[in-house]
């Protein structure tokens, strides 16, 4: 079981090269999830008719707004309808897994591909949605993200729309006015971070307080990723490697010299507060994806800008984060039959490119014939992911939605006790064995 696993790891995260051929604009988002209350209660019916149950968990204004869009261009098609439930974030996150598994469940959810689904289709709580990929719709689809969205068992399970990117996140007329401008290399990273604190500003927001500590993780795998590389990495959250190894030790090392800069209440505020914080001047950058410009001003985004992650290491291949988003069902739908039909429509170009219009416009479709919005940072932003030799998805995207408290866990503690990392570690590898031996 655990080989099993292992080997799933490796087969869904291709590197960079593999991810981008043939996907030409192909990618993810991590900001689709919707949710609804409403199910049926058996599998068995091919089709038991009626509006197709959507549990989504876009919450943020823009998004959930953009999902309305897509749910009504879709009812004008005539062909099905869809009843749109959006929870928060948090809740749809942590309820997850009771949806799946209840004796009633909502028929289409927003979430991720990869090693999340896979984990939740060796449960058989997903729909087999191969005939959704043999449609003309997912046609020009690339082979990266076919890949991507089938379970090890050979079943597609997935349905992909939009993809984004990580970045250090800041705004331009702040940095003009601090006098400051973006870092290449950790030196002049960690010096920029002086420059900002000698001016009483915070130099780094977090936002791993309240129920989104998993924010913290990005630390974790960007500078693991810069140290070790991405194989490592996702060998390391497929249980190839130990958290206390001494390769993870250096990840911590390196982190603690950027802690001063943190802002104090950067494990008591939830990511929603902490980039207010960075859009009101507060601090000065934020290492969190696109996802966060969903619930900016309209009239901020042309001011929102973004650079890599300091390179540490110049011999380790440049990899970055840019998870990739959409749907899966549930395999006890009794609307099999209008699932497949409204999985087909989510992912033509028509309803990406609805989708995009309608939210902050800061993801890429997967559809490559949908055009994205075309912005300077949408610009930006796709050639820092074709830049990449090595495209990541996020700690528990590449690990299991089970293994990501034991992370929040872990970092939360560091960056309280950074010290103490030595029992931290320990009770990370640990609390980790109890999940991979599940």
């Known amino acids: 079981m655990r080989i099993h696993r292992e080997h799933s790891m490796t087969n869904q995260h291709p590197s960079r090269r593999l991810f981008l051929a043939g996907l030409g604009a192909v990618g993810t988002t991590a900001l689709l999830s919707g949710c609804v209350t409403a199910g049926s209660s058996s599998g068995k019916s091919s089709s038991g008719g009626g ?7 876009l919450s943020a204004p823009q998004a959930k707004a953009a999902m309305e869009d897509v749910v009504a261009a879709y009812a004008k098609k005539g062909s099905g309808k869809a009843s749109l439930n959006t929870v928060a974030a948090e809740t749809f996150r942590t309820q997850l897994p009771t949806y799946l598994t209840s004796a009633n469940p909502p028929d289409v959810y927003t979430w991720y591909p990869g090693s999340v689904a896979d984990a939740y289709a060796k449960k058989d709580l997903l729909l087999d ?22 379970a090890t068992s050979g079943k597609k399970v997935f349905v992909p729309t939009t993809y984004y990117w990580w970045g250090m996140f800041y705004r331009k007329s702040n940095f003009a006015k601090w006098g400051v401008q973006e870092p290449k290399s950790w030196d002049e990273f ?13 130099p780094i927001g977090l936002g791993a307080g309240g129920n989104t500590a998993w924010v913290a993780s990005a630390w974790f795998d960007y500078l693991d990723i810069r140290i070790n590389g991405a194989v490592y990495h996702r060998e390391l959250l497929a249980g190839k490697h130990r958290f206390d190894d001494p390769e993870v030790r250096k990840v911590f090392d390196r982190w603690a010299e950027v802690l001063p800069y943190v802002d104090p209440n950067g494990t008591a505020v939830a990511f929603q507060d902490a980039t207010t914080s960075l859009l009101n001047g507060r601090s000065g950058m934020m290492l969190i994806g696109t996802f966060f410009a969903d619930a900016a001003p309209k009239n901020a985004l042309d001011d929102i800008d973004f650079f890599r992650f300091p390179i540490i290491d110049s011999k380790v291949p440049l990899a970055e984060e840019a998870p990739t988003d959409g749907y899966f069902a549930s395999a006890r739908t009794g609307r099999r039959d209008e699932v497949v039909d409204l999985m087909r429509y989510l992912a033509t170009a028509e309803a990406q490119e609805i989708y995009i219009k309608g939210s902050s416009g800061t993801v890429l479709p997967t559809n490559p014939d949908a055009k994205d919005a075309g912005t300077p940072l949408v610009q930006k932003g796709r050639q820092h992911i074709e830049e990449a030799a090595e495209i990541t998805q996020f700690f528990n995207r ?5 293994l990501q408290p034991t992370a929040d866990t872990a970092l939360t503690k560091f960056i309280a006790k950074p010290k103490s990392i030595g029992s931290i570690l320990t009770d990370w590898q640990r609390d980790a064995e109890k999940i991979w031996n599940a």
Do not use: H, M, R
């Open 398 to 402: 590449d690990s299991s939605d089970a």
């Open 51 to 57: 509006a197709v149950t959507l549990q989504s968990n």
């Open 190 to 202: 960690l010096d920029l971070c002086d420059k900002l604190k000698s001016k009483g500003i915070a």
């Open 129 to 150: 949605l191969g005939e959704v990929w043999s449609s003309p719709e997912l046609k020009g689809y690339s082979k990266a993200l076919n890949t991507l969205c089938t």
